[in-house]
């Protein structure tokens, strides 16, 4: 609407001069000067029509720019989009390193260019995924904690990611170090220095195996 206006304004301002010159200059015996100012109202006209023409299109604000961007969404291929959706199913209920999901996709039968994609989008944070897991181990089995970053390694985890893990687990390795004697001890016989070095290769520390020795009678 101000447009408008101007425009109006505009026209107003450039043909009250052209008509008040034609009355002063008038015309000649030829009509020369006549056809002059018959073609600068064509001119004008012209002008003014491209401009109006211009004003009436309507204005793409920044907003309604972003809204008409395409949403990441639409730009997947349905591979991608089911991969996706299988990763976050996967990792609603258990815990998967990157190349674990990527291995699990894929035997899912997911291409492997699909199921990179889902590793990468899933939005999982790898070093919460390794605590996770070595959380998890340490519910059903003892671990010395060297044993448990090769396991969680084993897994698919980064060296950086495992050690995260396990650093952050809780887990007392002395106690740790006990269950694992136990264990031995429950289905075979070891001498006092033959069950320090089981727990000793199992990656324990010689006072880890020791303090696990004594806690189970010798």
């Not at 000067?33 to 299109?57: G, P």
């Not at 887990?171 to 070095?197: C, D, H, P, T, V």
Request: proline share 1%; net charge negative.
């Amino acid at each position: 609407m101000k447009i408008m206006k101007k425009l109006f304004v505009l026209l107003f301002a450039i043909i009250v001069p052209l008509s008040l010159a034609a009355c002063d200059t008038g015309t000649t015996a030829t009509g020369e000067e006549s056809s002059d100012y018959s073609t600068d109202y064509a001119d004008v006209f012209s002008m003014l029509e491209d401009t109006v023409s211009k004003a009436s299109q309507p204005e793409v604000t920044q907003s309604e720019s972003g809204s008409q961007s395409a949403n990441p969404a639409d730009q997947m291929t349905i591979g991608q989009r089911n991969a996706l959706e299988s990763a976050k199913s996967y990792l609603s209920f258990s815990e998967f390193s990157y190349t674990g999901l990527i291995e699990q996709l894929e035997y899912e039968k997911y291409s492997h260019e699909d199921a990179v994609y889902a590793a990468d989008h899933c939005g999982a944070d790898w070093n919460e995924q390794a605590l996770k897991s070595a959380k998890s181990y340490l519910e059903y089995s003892a671990f010395s904690y060297t044993g448990l970053i090769e396991q969680l390694e084993y897994e698919g985890f980064t060296n950086d990611q495992a050690t995260y893990g396990v650093d952050n687990s809780g887990a007392n390795w002395n106690e740790q170090a006990a269950k694992s004697a136990k264990s031995y001890l429950e289905y075979s016989s070891f001498s006092r220095e033959g069950l320090i070095e089981q727990l000793e290769y199992e990656g324990f520390t010689h006072e880890q195996a020791v303090y696990g020795v004594q806690q189970n009678g010798y």
